[in-house]
């Protein structure tokens, strides 16, 4: 399978391609093409921003039009708000990089088109798209002097949020999971020393009540602890908790 290129039209800084190109090595993106860019090819202050991603800029295509940067391309996807001159199927990112996944999955070449920093694509570049993608914004606050309007996205943030999800679109990640460490079960040993130290001072304090009672109580808590299945560092926890209670307790007092 290979990845979507990444093809940057008429882009004017330097700095927006080495963080579009460190966008890329995060998640997985390797081809990078570059159409008619305005600032010198190679750029000092790309290489500055791509930070770790040096190999992406040096293998770095450069093409005069969009029809040379697409010729091998079989699915091209735009990131813009233009082109409502025509009827057209418009995306969210995360549809946009389900469908180029399933297309790279099955051997199509794709890619995904960004406008420049200004202008953004023009209606030819658009013209040889099959979809756009659209990525939402909050808009900026109104102002005496401008209408309201949607905030945009610079260059690399625009890779980014599409490099994103392109790798989440293939993710088996449950949505919500615990980071543990190796946990090590609490041993019988531990965990009576925790029963013996819980109960010596619960008696100290009369929880037990009726004493008649006691012993289901006892084993009513030795059942909820031991169904909790504490690890050898949670059982230390609590019995420095109960320690702190108690210190807490009397202290102050003669």
Not at 21 to 50: C, H, S, V, Y
Not at 130 to 135: N, Q, S, V
Request: glycine content about 6%; aromatic content about 4%.
């Amino acid at each position: 399978m290979i990845p979507p290129a990444v093809i940057l039209s008429h882009t004017q800084m330097g700095e927006n391609v080495g963080s579009a190109a460190r966008a890329m090595k995060n998640f997985g993106l390797t081809d990078l093409r570059l159409i008619a860019p305005k600032m010198e090819w190679p750029n000092d202050r790309a290489q500055m921003l791509a930070s770790g991603a040096g190999d992406i800029l040096e293998r770095t295509r450069i093409h005069g039009d969009a029809k040379a940067a697409l010729a091998d391309c079989q699915l091209v996807l735009a990131t813009t708000a233009r082109g409502r001159d025509v009827t057209r199927e418009v995306l969210t990112a995360q549809a946009a990089a389900q469908r180029l996944r399933q297309a790279s999955e099955a051997g199509v070449k794709t890619a995904i088109l960004f406008g420049g920093e200004r202008a953004g694509l023009d209606n030819d570049e658009i013209s040889l798209c099959d979809a756009l993608i659209t990525i939402p914004t909050a808009p900026l606050p109104r102002t005496k002097d401008t209408e309201l309007k949607a905030s945009s996205l610079n260059l690399g943030q625009a890779v980014l949020l599409m490099g994103y999800e392109w790798l989440k679109s293939a993710d088996t990640t449950p949505a919500v999971r615990i980071r543990e460490r190796i946990a090590v079960p609490a041993s019988r040993k531990e965990l009576v020393e925790l029963f013996e130290h819980l109960e010596k001072e619960l008696d100290a304090a009369a929880f037990f009540f009726p004493a008649e009672k006691r012993g289901a109580m006892v084993r009513n808590i030795r059942a909820m602890i031991l169904r909790s299945g504490l690890t050898d560092q949670q059982a230390r926890t609590i019995r420095g908790m109960i320690v702190a209670l108690v210190r807490n307790k009397y202290r102050g007092q003669t």
